[in-house]
């Protein structure tokens, strides 16, 4: 049986950090890019991967 505590994937999607997205949440409690790859990082997973989900958002994935 596969240990799923030592393989698996980290998928993100969060609003973009940038004052001119129309929507979504106010810019003091959305996170960067940069720091959601550290959390994953500092959570074991490594390998990012970014994405562009226009208009709106990004995506992240990471390895573990």
């Known amino acids: ?3 799923f505590k030592t393989h ?3 998928g993100i999607i969060h609003w973009n950090y940038d004052p ?15 720091q ?5 990082k500092s959570s074991g997973f ?7 989900l226009k208009p709106f958002h990004y995506g992240i ?3 573990k």
Do not use: H
């Open 36 to 40: 959601c790859i550290e959390l994953g």
């Open 20 to 34: 001119k997205t129309a929507r979504g949440p106010p810019m003091e409690i959305r996170i960067k890019p940069e």
């Open 1 to 3: 049986m596969e240990n």
């Open 8 to 10: 698996g994937i980290l």
């Open 46 to 52: 490594v390998n990012p991967s970014m994405y562009d």
């Open 61 to 63: 994935t990471l390895k």
